[in-house]
C-alpha cells in the first residue's frame, strides 16, 4: 500500500531522448510536486499541481511538462534531453489545510541517467 | 525570497549519543511551517519532525526534538539516544503558510554518519 509511488525507479537514456516519469499518490491528497534533487544533493521545486491546475512552475526549461490527468496523478515528460537533466526527480503531494495535512510526503525518487 | 541554511555539511556521533543539527532561516513571513527531512542512503525522503511557526511549544516526535527560536530563525534538530539507523542526510525545509505557493524550501543538508 505504498502511499506516493513513482516509475520507473532508474532511467538511462541518450542525449536527446524523450522521456516521461510517472507518480500517482493513494493519499487522498489533492496537491502534488516534482522536485529535483542535483548531484550535490540540493532539493529544489520544479512544478506543482493542485486539483489538476498548475500552481507553482518555478524557472523550468519548457523541455519539462507536467501533466496531471487527475488530481492522485502527476507526470512529468522531458524532452530533448540534455546531460545536465541527470538527476534524482522526487514526486510528493499534500492536502492543503493545517500544517498536519499541509505535510508533504515524498515519492522513493526516479534516477535519470542521460549519457 | 526565503533562505534556508545549514552550516554542518557533516556530523558524526557516537551511538546512544546526542547530536544536535543547526538549522537558520531568513523569511519575513509571520505565519510559516519548518521541517526536518531524513534521507537514508536508500534515498527516500521521510519526513521526522514539522514545527507550525505559531506554535512556540518544540515539537517532539520520540528521540527527535526541534528547538524553535522564531526570533532568531533558528530551527534546530536533536537527536536523542542516537542509533545506527539514523545515518542520513537531514534537510531543514521550510514552507510558506500561503495558498497557491506551498512549495518547500530545502537547505543544503547534513550528512550525519552514526558509529558503533
Known amino acids: 500500500d505504498t502511499a506516493v509511488s513513482q516509475t520507473p525507479k532508474y532511467l538511462v537514456t541518450q542525449m536527446g531522448n524523450d522521456k516521461s516519469i510517472k507518480c500517482e499518490q493513494n493519499?487522498?491528497?489533492?496537491?502534488m510536486y516534482w522536485y529535483k534533487q542535483d548531484s550535490k544533493k540540493f532539493l529544489k521545486i520544479m512544478f506543482s499541481?493542485?486539483?489538476?491546475?498548475?500552481?507553482i512552475n518555478e524557472t523550468v526549461p519548457n523541455r519539462f511538462s507536467p501533466k496531471s490527468p487527475d488530481k492522485a496523478h502527476l507526470n512529468l515528460h522531458i524532452n530533448s534531453l540534455e546531460l545536465g537533466d541527470s538527476a534524482v526527480y522526487f514526486c510528493a503531494s499534500s492536502k492543503r489545510g493545517t500544517a498536519r495535512t499541509d505535510t508533504q510526503y515524498f515519492g522513493p525518487g526516479t534516477r535519470l541517467t542521460v549519457l | 525570497a526565503q533562505t534556508v541554511t545549514q552550516s554542518q555539511p557533516e556530523m558524526s556521533v557516537q551511538e546512544a549519543e546526542t547530536v544536535t543539527l543547526s538549522c537558520t532561516y531568513d523569511?519575513?513571513?509571520?505565519?510559516?511551517?519548518l521541517f526536518w527531512y531524513k534521507q537514508p542512503p536508500s534515498r527516500q525522503m521521510i519526513l521526522v519532525i514539522r514545527?507550525?511557526?505559531?506554535?512556540?511549544q518544540n515539537a517532539t516526535e520520540n528521540r527527535f526534538s526541534v528547538n524553535f527560536q522564531k526570533a532568531a530563525k533558528s530551527f534546530s534538530l536533536k537527536i536523542s539516544d542516537s542509533q545506527l539507523g539514523d545515518t542520513a542526510m537531514y534537510f531543514c525545509?521550510?514552507?510558506?503558510?500561503?495558498?497557491?505557493?506551498?512549495?518547500?524550501?530545502f537547505g543544503t543538508g547534513t550528512r550525519l554518519t552514526i558509529i558503533p
Open positions: 499541481y493542485n486539483n489538476k491546475e498548475l500552481i
Open positions: 523569511t519575513s513571513e509571520n505565519n510559516y511551517y
Open positions: 493519499l487522498g491528497h489533492d496537491t
Open positions: 525545509a521550510f514552507m510558506k503558510l500561503y495558498f497557491g505557493n506551498e512549495k518547500l524550501t
Open positions: 514545527q507550525e511557526a505559531y506554535k512556540q
